[in-house]
């Protein structure tokens, strides 16, 4: 018979598995309650907001969006309470027939100036560069930027502008609600909401000058012009991967406020149409937004930890590793539920959610270090 101090129970190894496991579940509980907290604390618009009072200037920058453009203009020329309207669209040097489509969706509506992109200067990517050619055209204090594979509800220019004043805000970022169809989108796409509402103080947020507590998305935000100028305009993230998130900070570093808000009811957005599109999409920005290699490794590791090691503890009987399982699915389902994503059963994968995330930090760093970075038929620097 072995003793008690041989016993594998009681061993260093076992126990401090035990400790690992432990400590996952508790950070997966952690994330877990503060994902309820966000969801409530989650600014919402109005389903049925006043008419703006004054000029809302949508800007919409295009490159080889054919198929994509026609839609999401006619809807944002479908929105209510929005009396005086201009939409600037930039064609940023398509070859797939996008200012053909623009033209033909615009039928002569006044409210449509079709703007034709200049030169890529130096030292600039191309979407901050469209957007800074549409500001610089637009004549309303307000500006929605507006990605061409966003689709609105009548109602998301005014309900947008409404957050933005309503709450004394100089940008807020309504997010979509993110359609993911095929099984890799399944697995990925949830993560976006999932992410801030799991792990970013949202009232904290919007107020802090503090770039780690920034968030925005780009496919749909609105925005003080003045605001925007006394930020530096888009020439301050010009170089920025994640213009969107970076933006945000900027408002903030000159003393304004700013964050997302619910847009569930607002717009949805397909960004990726399956694995290849997902994979190099990701590959762009997330070496962007993970900061440096070591806080790319470090952040990947503490997503196994918190999320993947409790649910292989689990499947080994540790009920330590099923609470931290449970946990970590209960912040997944209250994320889509109010987010409008699906709960079940894309939340019970949050585990292999989490490693093909993690798969696709490490292939973002490679391609960046290697120069293998492209996007819309532009190396990125």
Request: charged share 20%; proline share 6%.
């Given at each position: 018979?072995?003793?008690?101090?041989?016993?594998?129970?009681?061993?260093?190894?076992?126990?401090?598995?035990?400790?690992?496991?432990?400590?996952?579940?508790?950070?997966?509980?952690?994330?877990?309650?503060?994902?309820?907290?966000?969801?409530?604390?989650?600014?919402?618009?109005?389903?049925?907001?006043?008419?703006?009072?004054?000029?809302?200037?949508?800007?919409?920058?295009?490159?080889?969006?054919?198929?994509?453009?026609?839609?999401?203009?006619?809807?944002?020329?479908?929105?209510?309470?929005?009396?005086?309207?201009?939409?600037?669209?930039?064609?940023?040097?398509?070859?797939?027939?996008?200012?053909?489509?623009?033209?033909?969706?615009?039928?002569?509506?006044?409210?449509?100036?079709?703007?034709?992109g200049g030169p890529l200067p130096p030292g600039w990517l191309g979407k901050p560069h469209a957007l800074h050619q549409l500001a610089a055209a637009a004549r309303g204090p307000v500006l929605v930027c507006l990605d061409a594979d966003v689709r609105l509800a009548p109602h998301a220019l005014a309900a947008s502008v409404d957050l933005l004043r309503r709450h004394g805000l100089d940008l807020v970022s309504p997010y979509p609600r993110q359609v993911a169809l095929t099984v890799a989108e399944r697995l990925v796409q949830p993560l976006l909401q999932w992410s801030w509402l799991a792990t970013l103080p949202l009232r904290l947020a919007e107020r802090s000058p503090r770039p780690s507590l920034s968030a925005a998305n780009g496919q749909l935000?609105?925005?003080?012009?003045?605001?925007?100028?006394?930020?530096?305009?888009?020439?301050?993230?010009?170089?920025?991967?994640?213009?969107?998130?970076?933006?945000?900070?900027?408002?903030?570093?000159?003393?304004?406020?700013?964050?997302?808000?619910?847009?569930?009811?607002?717009?949805?957005?397909?960004?990726?149409?399956?694995?290849?599109?997902?994979?190099?999409?990701?590959?762009?920005?997330?070496?962007?937004?993970?900061?440096?290699?070591?806080?790319?490794?470090?952040?990947?590791?503490?997503?196994?930890?918190?999320?993947?090691?409790?649910?292989?503890?689990?499947?080994?009987?540790?009920?330590?590793?099923?609470?931290?399982?449970?946990?970590?699915?209960?912040?997944?389902?209250?994320?889509?539920?109010?987010?409008?994503?699906?709960?079940?059963?894309?939340?019970?994968?949050?585990?292999?959610?989490?490693?093909?995330?993690?798969?696709?930090?490490?292939?973002?760093?490679?391609?960046?270090?290697?120069?293998?970075?492209?996007?819309?038929?532009?190396?990125?620097?």
């Open positions: 018979m072995s003793s008690p101090a041989s016993s594998p129970t009681s061993s260093p190894t076992s126990a401090a598995r035990r400790w690992v496991v432990r400590a996952g579940s508790a950070a997966a509980v952690v994330v877990a309650g503060h994902t309820a907290v966000n969801a409530a604390l989650l600014r919402r618009p109005l389903a049925a907001p006043p008419a703006v009072a004054e000029r809302v200037s949508v800007l919409l920058p295009v490159r080889d969006e054919a198929g994509q453009v026609g839609p999401c203009l006619r809807a944002v020329l479908a929105s209510t309470g929005v009396p005086d309207l201009e939409v600037l669209v930039l064609d940023d040097g398509s070859t797939d027939g996008t200012a053909a489509e623009v033209r033909e969706v615009a039928d002569d509506d006044v409210r449509v100036r079709l703007l034709a935000m609105a925005l003080d012009a003045a605001a925007l100028r006394r930020a530096g305009g888009f020439a301050a993230v010009r170089a920025e991967v994640l213009d969107d998130v970076a933006l945000v900070r900027a408002v903030k570093a000159a003393g304004g406020r700013g964050g997302v808000a619910d847009g569930t009811h607002l717009a949805t957005c397909r960004m990726y149409d399956g694995w290849p599109a997902l994979r190099d999409g990701y590959a762009k920005s997330l070496w962007s937004a993970t900061g440096s290699p070591a806080a790319a490794a470090g952040l990947v590791a503490g997503l196994l930890l918190a999320f993947v090691v409790p649910p292989l503890a689990a499947l080994g009987g540790s009920r330590a590793g099923l609470l931290g399982w449970a946990a970590a699915v209960a912040s997944r389902v209250v994320a889509a539920r109010r987010t409008g994503g699906r709960a079940w059963p894309d939340a019970l994968g949050h585990p292999a959610s989490v490693v093909v995330l993690g798969s696709l930090v490490v292939r973002s760093w490679r391609l960046r270090r290697a120069g293998g970075l492209a996007w819309k038929g532009r190396s990125l620097p």
